[in-house]
């Protein structure tokens, strides 16, 4: 189980980092506002089962903070699905926050909540610190 997280999680990160490649190679979109905005990927269900694993995790980790925690980790989050939904579009944030809420209500075992910590940190690092 511990091998096929770390492996989810790779797989994620190289989806999203696949992803933000393919997009800079794309001539902008405009959207409603004028503003110029990276077409989406949303036929690409590699992309979208990447956004998915990392849904998963974040919502574990909601699960795994301890109950004073939790809305900050709600939070976090949500911040990520919200530069999802302004970077990717709204079906890939969908994908994103429906698996968050899977990852926070489905049973899991709580050994791995250290795994999922230690990848939502990594995600945070990479996505949500720019």
Not at 19 to 39: E, F, H, I, M, T
């Amino acid at each position: 189980m511990r091998s096929h997280r770390i492996q989810s999680l790779g797989l994620a990160l190289a989806c999203l980092t696949f992803a933000g490649q393919a997009l800079a190679q794309n001539a902008p979109a405009q959207n409603s506002l004028g503003q110029n905005v990276p077409a989406a990927p949303d036929s690409d269900e590699s992309f979208l089962t990447g956004l998915r694993r990392v849904g998963v995790m974040a919502g574990q980790v909601v699960e795994c903070s301890a109950d004073a925690e939790r809305q900050a980790k709600i939070a976090e989050a949500m911040e990520l699905a919200n530069k999802i939904a302004i970077h990717f579009g709204l079906k890939a944030a969908f994908n994103y926050v429906g698996a968050v809420g899977y990852g926070s209500g489905h049973p899991f075992d709580k050994a791995g909540c250290t795994q999922s910590i230690d990848g939502w940190k990594e995600i945070q690092a990479k996505y949500l610190t720019k």
